[in-house]
């Protein structure tokens, strides 16, 4: 037999206290995560990876007409590298030594004031900070290292296929925060990037070469 709307009803009217109870709870449950749990902000960064000089060689191997690599896979190569050169620990020793361990570990701006805060979320915030420093006396491991270890699990790197395009992204307690370590994250890949890529001196030896043929030039036009 179908349940009709009165036995719906009638079960309601039965059980009126523990649905009102229950209802209560949970909008009070919701309530209290909305205004107490802990915010959380992102920044991300977009870098378009263009194919340089050195990424487009001649075969050895190829014949006299001067054949060349296939251009699509070097490019997914290159995208590929650079995803893994972002992700390396040297990057991100880089960036914690750059913004300090203090700001990484606690996701918040050197100096912030946390006495605008409110009590419950302080407290749990107190209760979890002192569980977190008991199970880590145990085995005590340098600041440094928590800062890198986080830092390193909390970003996101990584491309869509068949795309140029990177995304870096950082998720903390702090807009300022995300948006410093996503800038330097960028700025020491991109330092990372032009010394794999370039040769030391060669520039200012180019320079010299160039300013030999002009001389040599000069002296051939007297």
Not at 195 to 221: C, P, W, Y
Request: hydrophobic fraction near 40%; include cysteine.
């Amino acid at each position: 037999m179908p349940i009709s709307y009165q036995h719906w009803i009638a079960a309601v009217r039965q059980h009126l206290l523990l649905s009102i109870v229950a209802f209560a709870t949970v909008i009070g449950l919701t309530i209290a995560v909305i205004l107490f749990a802990p915010r959380a902000y992102m920044s991300e960064a977009k870098l378009m990876l263009r194919i340089g000089r050195e990424s487009v060689t001649i075969d050895p191997t190829a014949s006299s007409v001067g054949d060349k690599l296939n251009l699509h896979h070097t490019r997914e190569n290159e995208i590929q590298s650079a995803v893994g050169v972002m992700q390396s620990r040297v990057i991100v020793q880089n960036v914690v030594s750059q913004i300090g361990e203090e700001i990484v570990l606690s996701g918040k701006p050197k100096g912030s004031d946390d006495s605008k805060g409110r009590s419950l979320g302080k407290m749990l915030s107190s209760v979890k900070g002192s569980l977190t420093d008991l199970i880590s006396s145990i085995d005590p491991v340098p600041a440094s290292e928590k800062a890198t270890r986080k830092l390193h699990d909390g970003v996101f790197i990584g491309s869509t296929k068949d795309s140029s395009v990177v995304s870096v992204a950082y998720t903390t307690k702090s807009p300022e925060v995300a948006q410093e370590v996503v800038a330097t994250w960028v700025e020491c890949f991109i330092d990372q990037h032009a010394e794999a890529n370039h040769t030391k001196g060669s520039f200012s030896f180019f320079a010299e070469q160039g300013q030999v043929i002009r001389d040599r030039l000069e002296m051939a036009r007297l």
